[in-house]
């Protein structure tokens, strides 16, 4: 077949010269949103737990009276995660992405009702457990799915789309907070309406096609390069199948022979009503509005994140990013120790706020989408998506720890020391990022593979790659 007669019946009018852009191919940005819905319910979950909290408190004593009980019902869906994530990584290789993300949003869906339901605070707690399953398995399969379908010059802007999709679920869950505040059995519709983005994304997944590396290692070569058409022209699609072909001989002979929750980021995010009413701003619905803003903020820097990350690269970004959230939580702890919890009023409650949306504008551009693209590229791909839910598992993890110690560490040693001890953990991040991250911008898998060889075994040596004595897919018509 020549090339083009391939590239008239894949439909695909593309030429080698054609530059790959953000919005160049529809079809993978229609795929990369689609997908990302799984990163709309792991912010809206994130993001709406800390409005709906406040109007459980309201309903449920126990709850009002125990901050052990408001830590269990935010982090339940935490340990839900956990478990999602690790079993998330197995489903992916055995099944699929596809298969996986379908069946988290079955499991979301079904906790959604059930936490609409609740009669009492531990059906509730149940709910969150199930969302958490969900969540999990998505918070695997998303930026792998979207990763394996990207093309490498913006495949950091695509799997970042997913972060924006995680963010824009938080903004849209504060909306939501706002919208129901006077709406009887406010929280129940709060946590209810989470499982519509669940449904659609089911429906829409059942017309979308299966990772084309997944099919071409794990299933059929056939559907695999029907796939790859879709997304390159006939000139990059020889050039990707040679590299499929040469990592298929690689696994073959392998088989005979969390910073980023530590810094933070779901403390502000799923308590960030709570942290503001801790600055002196009582009011649920002025709570609400101010946490909106922090959401909306969080929003638009992801969005300046996607730029960034395929142009600046991975390594600058997180540096720069965690720089400014260091110096942002410095300046939520200064707030709190000058003005202790219950005494804070007028500037110091505005300092507060302030380094909340500061924190927010640097860890959204960098520490959002870093390490999610990062974890999305840098693990072989026979072992993608075991090593992916290995990294979302300590990620969540990571949350768990931070969701359910925040009020009571911030009771015990104040909440001014807290900030400041992730501050230190903020710290720690930067000199593991500069000193152990390599830079992957533009690289293709394979490339991304060879830098980790590298450092293993040193320059030139691995694992030896026969030929594999496969036919070149496309010939031009004078048989080059």
């Known amino acids: 077949m020549t090339i083009e007669s391939f590239a008239e019946s894949s439909g695909y009018l593309g030429g080698s010269n054609r530059k790959i852009t953000y919005f160049s191919n529809s079809y993978v940005l229609g795929l990369t949103v689609v997908a990302g819905i799984g990163g709309l319910l792991f912010g809206y979950d994130t993001g709406v737990i800390s409005g709906a909290l406040l ?52 499991v979301f869906a079904l906790g959604s009702v059930v936490m609409a339901a609740a009669p009492n605070p531990y059906i509730l707690i149940v709910g969150r457990l199930l969302v958490g399953l969900g969540v999990g398995v998505a918070s695997v399969t998303a930026p792998v799915y979207i990763a394996e379908a990207s093309p490498s010059e913006i495949r950091g802007g695509l799997v970042s789309t997913n972060v ?36 659609i ?67 502000v995010m799923y308590y960030s009503p709570t942290i503001v009413q801790m600055a002196g701003f009582n009011s649920n619905q002025l709570a609400l509005l101010l946490s909106l803003i922090v959401a909306f903020m969080n929003a638009l820097g992801t969005i300046l994140g996607i730029y960034l990350i395929d142009h600046v690269g991975r390594r600058k970004l997180a540096l720069s990013s965690l720089s400014g959230v260091t110096i942002s939580l410095i300046v939520l702890a200064v707030a709190f120790i000058l003005e202790p919890y219950g005494s804070m009023n007028g500037l110091y409650g505005w300092i507060a706020v302030i380094g909340l949306a500061l924190y927010i504008a640097f860890f959204a551009p960098g520490m959002g989408p870093v390490p999610w693209t990062v974890n999305s590229e840098i693990y072989p791909e026979a072992y993608r998506g075991l090593c992916g839910g290995m990294s979302a ?23 001014g020391p807290t900030f400041l001890i992730l501050a230190a953990v903020a710290v720690a991040a930067f000199a593991f990022v500069a000193i152990l991250v390599p830079e992957t911008k533009g690289l293709t898998f394979e490339e991304v593979e060879n830098i980790w060889k590298e450092r293993a075994w040193g320059r030139g040596r691995g694992i030896d790659v026969p030929e594999t004595g496969r036919e070149p897919l496309l010939r031009t018509g004078n048989g080059h």
Request: net charge negative.
């Open 55 to 106: 109007y459980i408190r309201d309903e449920f004593e126990e709850v009002n009276r125990s901050s052990f009980l408001q830590e269990t019902i935010v982090s339940m869906a935490l340990v839900g995660a956990i478990i999602g994530a690790a079993v998330g990584g197995w489903i992916n290789d055995a099944f699929g992405r596809k298969k996986a993300t379908l069946s988290a949003d079955v």
């Open 164 to 199: 924006l999709m995680i963010t824009g679920g938080q903004f849209l869950s504060y909306l939501v907070n706002l919208a129901f505040t006077e709406v009887p059995g406010t929280w129940r519709w709060m946590l209810g309406v989470s499982g519509l983005p669940a449904i």
């Open 201 to 267: 994304q089911f429906f829409l997944m059942l017309f979308l096609p299966e990772s084309p590396r997944w099919l071409y290692l794990k299933k059929d070569k056939s559907e695999a390069i029907v796939v790859l058409s879709k997304i390159y022209d006939p000139y990059r699609l020889e050039e990707e199948i040679d590299q499929l072909a040469t990592a298929l001989v690689e696994e073959q002979q392998r088989k005979t022979h969390a910073f980023q929750q530590f810094t933070g980021i779901n403390t």
């Open 393 to 415: 598992t300590v990620n969540w993890i990571s949350n768990l720890i931070v969701a359910q110690s925040f009020l009571s560490v911030a009771e015990a040693v104040g909440t």
